[in-house]
């Protein structure tokens, strides 16, 4: 999987941060009882629901490479239609088709 360029940018240019931050989600995944598929759901709910097209491509395309069906993405956003509304999800799942695309 190959990282956005702003985010290898960030890297280059802040390499202790960046290994920081990355520490930090390795630290919150082992912190609590969910398993690495019920944590990518939420991880990709997030995205979805703060409207980030980075976050919802980045983390449908690491859950499709982890194995989940484009089915099972686009229910992650369908999920959300009722607290955020019509056009957030619609968004999404174009977000989420176009990485299934690529």
């Known amino acids: 999987m190959s990282l956005p360029k702003p985010y290898?940018?960030?890297q280059t240019a802040y390499p202790e941060l960046a290994q920081d931050?990355?520490?930090?989600?390795?630290?919150?995944?082992?912190?609590?009882?969910?398993?690495?598929?019920s944590c990518r759901l939420v991880k990709l709910g997030?995205?979805?629901?703060t409207g980030s097209r980075g976050g919802v491509k980045s983390q449908?395309?690491?859950?499709?490479?982890e194995g989940f069906s484009l089915e099972e993405v686009h229910h992650a956003a369908i999920l959300a239609l009722p607290t955020i509304?019509?056009?957030p999800i619609i968004?999404?799942?174009?977000?989420?088709?176009?990485v299934a695309a690529e």
Do not use: Q, T
């Open 21 to 37: 931050f990355e520490a930090l989600g390795i630290k919150c995944r082992e912190l609590g009882p969910l398993d690495e598929r």
């Open 91 to 98: 968004a999404a799942i174009g977000w989420m088709n176009e």
């Open 46 to 49: 997030l995205a979805i629901a």
């Open 60 to 65: 449908a395309r690491r859950a499709l490479d």
């Open 85 to 87: 509304g019509f056009p």
């Open 8 to 10: 290898v940018e960030f």
